[in-house]
Structure formats: C-alpha cells, structure tokens
C-alpha cells in the first residue's frame, strides 16, 4: 500500500497532447518521516505511523509530536520499515489512482436552500419573506421533530475522501503530484494520499 501525508496548493490547468486541458490539484508531499511501527506481538494490530515534519522542524535532531504538522497512522504491513525512515513520491507512478482524505471547506451555519438544495417558495404574491424558508417540519402526530430531518445548520467543516484521482504528472524536483480532479479542503491544508 502507498501513502503519504501532503499539502495542497490549489489548482491549474495543464494541457495534454491525447486529452486537452486537464484541470488539477497540485499536492506538495514533501518526505514524511516514519515515527512509530506497529506490530502484532506488541500491538496486536500491524499500521505504520507517520509525521509531515515543519519547516523549521527538519533541521531539529529530535522527532517530538511538536516537530510534526501532522502525524497519521495507515493500517498496513511494515515492508522493511523503522522509525526514523523517509517515505517519498518517488513510491507513486504517473497513471496511478489514488484516494485523497481531509477536512472540507467550512462555511458556517447556512439555511437549507444552500446546505441541502431546496427550491424555497414560489415567488408570487403572498410570499413576500419566506423564499428561502424551510416549509413544514412534521405532521401533527409525532409531536416533534424527526431526527435526521433536514434543516438549517453548520455546513463542511467535516473529513470527506474523494476515490480514484488520476496521477497526471508527478514533479520530483518539487515533492509536488498533479492529480486530476478537486481534492477537499482549502489552500494550505494538510491531505492524506493513498494509493
């Protein structure tokens, strides 16, 4: 299994010679370094742990929690690996697929028109200020609001994973992949790339 912890840039648009303009996610992945193995004699579960060093952090001699900006544990057998060894992007080849995991774009609390897709009111007369409003809620019997009814409420903000992004060019001199689509989260957020 490959997997690396990697920070997102933005988006671009390259151009391919067979398939046109391609729009895609440029990921920075610099070299994640393995802070803990785990096995089952003493772990009863197999899983490699790793860190996304700081920048100011790289030079430091010891690998603390606060040397890290992030420290994710993958569920996968130990091939040869201890602590202290660097994982790169030189494990993933263009044309491989891959699934990016991170925390969405949060945007606060928003009404149902936005976070669900509702159509709101007519707009004739009689509807003067409940466009957007959110029509009835429940009949008369249960007497109160059925869980898992969409409403009005906080919006993103919550850890989604996009499946099978295609690898579409990888810059080695850089740490950086080109993943073909969109990737959650903003500018700047740290995102786990698995393959």
Known sequence: M??????????STIYDEKQGALNVTLVECAPN????????????????????PKLK???SKRKTKENFSKIKEF?????????GDLIDINQFEVGDKVKVSGITKAKGFQGVVKRHG?????KSHGHKHDLRAPGS????????VIKGKRMAGRMGGE????LNLKIVEIDKENNI????????????RIVEVVG
Not at 4 to 10: D, Q, V
Not at 75 to 83: N, R, V, Y
Not at 118 to 122: L, N, R
Not at 137 to 144: K, N, R, V, Y
């Open 2 to 11: 490959k997997f690396i912890l990697g920070k997102k840039l933005g988006m």
């Open 33 to 52: 370094v393995v802070t803990q193995v785990r096995n089952n004699e003493k772990d009863r579960y197999e899983a490699v742990q790793i860190g996304l």
């Open 57 to 59: 952090a790289q030079n």
């Open 75 to 83: 569920k996968s057998e130990a091939k040869d690996l201890k602590a």
């Open 118 to 122: 509702f159509k709101g009111s007519p």
């Open 137 to 144: 809620i429940g009949a008369t019997f249960p007497e109160h």
């Open 159 to 162: 850890r989604s994973t996009t």
């Open 177 to 188: 992949l080109f993943l073909k689509g969109a990737v959650p989260g903003v500018k700047g």
